[in-house]
DNA sequence: TTGAAAGCGCTAACAA
DNA sequence: TTGTTAGCGCTTTCAA
């Protein structure tokens, strides 16, 4: 696997290797017929530029690092997949890793994409904590925060405006005719559920409701921990007509809890989730939920990355964007007593 | 963001840069004392090594490349974690890309590699023709194909034992009592594809059954064309009693169909999938279906990329993994008639 | 135990 | 239009 250099080619071409550069890279000052010849002569030569030593010299990798906390979860999946064609469609590639939500490790992955000389990294934090826990690194490589919202922060990132979200989600439902509304599922050390169980909390306010609130105890939103919350949930009296979930993986698990106590959704009890994943979408589940744009807050994220690592001056930005409802089938009028 | 470098450490040191360097990796012919008192230097001055640099010289990135066709679907997504898992534990980071299934986008993207000069690919082909289509420039980088099976083909690849996981399916539902089993979804140019039907057409003749395959005329197997095609299915006449369906979305496809027209699963028609996809599981899903190991078949890769990087004589593995059922409430026995 | 120096493959400034 | 040459930041041989 022996590979062929510039300067294997330019003794074949009998040419400077510096011909040859040029001749690849289309910069002028080279006769169109030499660049020809020199072009047709590397492709019969197999030769491929060595993009590692001119990121040497052009101090750029032409890369992203991508830090998830976990690529198999179908929100950061589909967030990836779409960061990963806006990011080529501009010359770039994705490195990938995932930080397991462990603050730890996140620290690690960050300090290995320093050292990987990547151009820039964007980051789905493990917390809100992580901007802490980085801080001391931001400064040596531009970063965008994806998904969660760092408030006022001197540092860039893209969220959804969660606070927005939850509010628009009470409302709905509040038009359906639900009056007693359980939010279900926040989860500590979140801005993002912070944000959400606040706006939920204003819009009960707005409209008269008691906010009632079940927090989520567990350290992740897996289906597994909503479906354990909703099976101690049920196991008391339902006084409430709606469920809001912080999160769909929370609807989802109360959808299968509410399956075993043959709680029918939407008959006997409304469900509204948040991200809209892939998996509401799917037959039998038809989760009504608080969407989350991911192509655009993936194309955002790359953008404003780009930006930063363009301007070395600039500081930092916030884009927050508008979340809508797509309606399914899991939330209806409450039932007629 | 000016970068310290190993000249910088050197100069505040008082030491030759190649001191630095030899305190930094650990190497032996150095006193403990200095390695000491640079390290020290080195987090103080907030130095961290140029793996850029590095690569150059010893011609190795410690990077993977990980091409897949669209990293949003659930089963590569999950491959993808246990491939970072596996890689980060052995020192590598991952380079991901999406080939959208796209022969030719792939084929470029596997050029972006060689000339990124990552240590090696793990590949989940577009098509069966991928092979073909790459196999010039394959023996320019080490390569591992993934879940496609190739053959006798002389290149690594590692795959579920397709054949086998489709004539241990019929065994399956032939065991429930059923005798008219429709296979539904074969798609064309799949040698993945291929292998699931010829296991089906010979355990059919094995148990005496008729074997009927309705094929997907569609390039993808998403949601959507298994819905499609469940669809023109169920207009007709149903004289069967089971569905196999090639792929796990397919069967979601025809769940979605089924719930339309007021179908039954498991009571009117029983349905088993194959892979094994997170979604399968879903509470109202409960897909019974023909397992692919992901976490298994990911470490079987990193483990034989690493092997051919190693060992740059050696020649090409095949390794076949045997699949197994998992079982859910899709499938139940024939309605008595 | 440490330093000097070559070189990895490339780009770009400068010369010719 | 083309060639020469100096690096990019590191590892590693060879000498001291």
Redesign the interface.
Known sequence: ?KQVTIKDVAKAAGVSYSTVSRAMSGSPGISEQTRRRIVRLCEEM?Y??????R??VMKS?K?IG?IVT?????FM??L??YI??QA?ARGY??????SLRNLEQERGLF??M????VDGVILLPAETESYNTLSALL????TVFLGENLKDAPESYVAVDNYRGAYMGVEYLYRLGHRQILYFGKRRGSSTHQLRSDGYQAACEAYGLTPRCLNNTFTSTS?QYG?QLARQLFAQPMDYTAIFAATDTNA??I??AA?ERGIRIPEDLSLLGFDNI??GG????GLTTVEQPKKLLASMAVDALLDKIGN?LSGYAHRILTPSIVERNSCSKPREE
Not at 139 to 142: A, H, K, Y
């Open positions: 696997m197999n491929t530029a060595n993009a590692v030593a990121s040497m990798t890369l991508l976990d690529i198999s979860n179908p999946s589909e990836a997949y990963d064609g080529r590639n994705i490195v990938l890793c995932n300090e290995l320093i050292s990987r000389k400064p040596r490589i531009p289906i479906y989802l698990g959808i299968q399956e892939r998996d799917l037959p039998r589940i070395e």
